[in-house]
């Protein structure tokens, strides 16, 4: 037993090691100075913040991170309202229909974005979403809502029945019922969706560079991406760039961590 115990121990150090490893040569290329050709290993003696600077400003990360916080912002609200909504009747009522309408939303996880990018850049091109906030949330929302409907369907079938019962008694029709006892329990997978999805579009590279690609609407990860080229790269900058672009994610994280594992294993167990 204790030789299993001390096997999940070392193992779970492993993949921690795997994860702070990476992190831990973005923040010594990040402070290393241009010309300084140390290894990347070696935290350098000094803290120079060019590469932040230079990242920022040739960048234009201050536009980036506008774009990239009213797109996501705006996903993430559409998402949680139109993802919870719907998930309330198929977790409540299981019929033959509702049954095969979660099926369906389940199955639709499986689906790779990328494998129907031609036929969605030219409905794009045809309908004028072609660089446009819009456009590019619709988009985020419609690939992230199956993932959302799975979680919250999940949580709200383990929420007993006997609220809904003692609503309804008290007179709450079923819109009331979902937005004045359903919906304020839902914190913890509301975390949840928010933190998964939310990193998710916020370091989206696939859909920004295809849908965003006036100068204006650019996101983060396209702006960092200018920085590699045919004869060069600026690791430096690109390094500088992430480490800036990690913080709201990480911030959003340590502000939700409390609710992210109630909320993934509550939503996990039933569907």
Same mark, same amino acid.
């Given at each position: ?12 150090? %492993? ?95 499986? $689906? ?72 304020? $329990? ?12 939310? $990193? ?11 849908? %965003? ?8 990860? $396209? ?49």
């Amino acid at each position: 037993m204790k030789r299993a115990g001390g096997i999940t121990t070392l193992l779970g150090a %492993l993949i921690g090691l795997m994860h702070i490893i990476p992190f831990y040569v973005l923040i010594t290329t990040s402070f290393k100075d241009e010309l300084d050709q140390s290894s990347k290993w070696v935290m350098p003696g000094y803290l120079s913040l060019d590469n932040f600077t230079n990242a920022w400003q040739l960048a234009g990360l201050d536009r980036a991170f506008l774009n990239n916080t009213i797109v996501t912002v705006c996903s993430i609200i559409l998402m949680l309202i139109v993802g919870s909504s719907a998930a309330f009747p198929l977790a409540r009522n299981r019929t033959k229909l509702n049954k095969w309408m979660y099926g369906f939303f389940v199955s639709a996880l499986i $689906v790779p974005p990328l494998t129907i990018l031609v036929p969605l850049y030219k409905m794009f091109v045809e309908i004028g979403a072609m660089n446009t906030y819009i456009g590019i949330v619709i988009l985020h929302v419609t690939f992230h809502l199956s993932m959302t409907i799975f979680l919250f369907t999940g949580f709200i079938s383990t929420i007993p029945r006997e609220l809904d019962e003692a609503a309804m008694i008290d007179g709450a029709s079923r819109i009331g019922l979902f937005f004045r006892i359903i919906l304020p $329990v839902l914190m913890p997978i509301t975390a949840t969706v928010t933190i998964i999805n939310g $990193v998710s579009i916020w370091n989206d590279y696939q859909f920004s560079v295809f849908f %965003l690609q006036k100068l204006e609407y650019r996101t983060i990860t $396209v702006a960092l991406s200018a920085f590699f080229g045919e004869n060069n790269a600026n690791i430096g900058w690109v390094a500088a760039g992430s480490l800036l672009a990690a913080l709201p994610t990480i911030t959003l994280y340590l502000f939700l961590q409390k609710y992210f594992v109630e909320g993934m294993t509550s939503g996990a167990v039933k569907g």
